[in-house]
């Protein structure tokens, strides 16, 4: 029997602006597509190319790839909303409501 090769979706978010420390950090949520299971966390600091990233490639890496996207196509400030995949690329969470539109 062979199993299926496990795909997974990653969640991004900002773990530190950068204000305090000049260095922003993203932090890279890593999920089991399937389960819905966390899988793993990794720490992305955006143009830093050398161990920009704590994930175990040491190179520049796909996590470091889609925080670079996100910077440049202006989703880095709404990275809460979106997921990505190797699939079918960057996705918008229509099921989460921004905290400007929830009814406190």
């Given at each position: 029997m062979v199993r299926a090769k496990l795909q997974y979706?990653?969640?991004?978010?900002?773990?530190?602006?950068?204000?305090?420390?000049?260095?922003?950090?993203?932090?890279c949520h890593k999920w089991e597509e399937l389960s819905g299971e966390h899988a793993?966390?990794?720490r992305v600091k955006p143009g830093v190319e050398w161990m920009g990233c704590s994930c175990p490639a040491y190179r520049h890496c796909k996590h470091q790839k889609c925080v670079q996207e996100t910077i440049e196509?202006?989703?880095?400030?709404?990275?809460?909303?979106?997921?990505?995949?190797?699939?079918?690329?960057?996705?918008?969470?229509?099921?989460?409501?921004?905290?400007e539109e929830m009814q406190l």
């Open positions: 979706y990653y969640t991004f978010k900002v773990a530190n602006d950068g204000s305090e420390t000049g260095q922003v950090i993203v932090e793993d966390t990794y196509t202006g989703k880095f400030r709404e990275l809460w909303k979106w997921r990505w995949d190797e699939k079918h690329g960057w996705q918008e969470l229509k099921d989460i409501t921004p905290i």
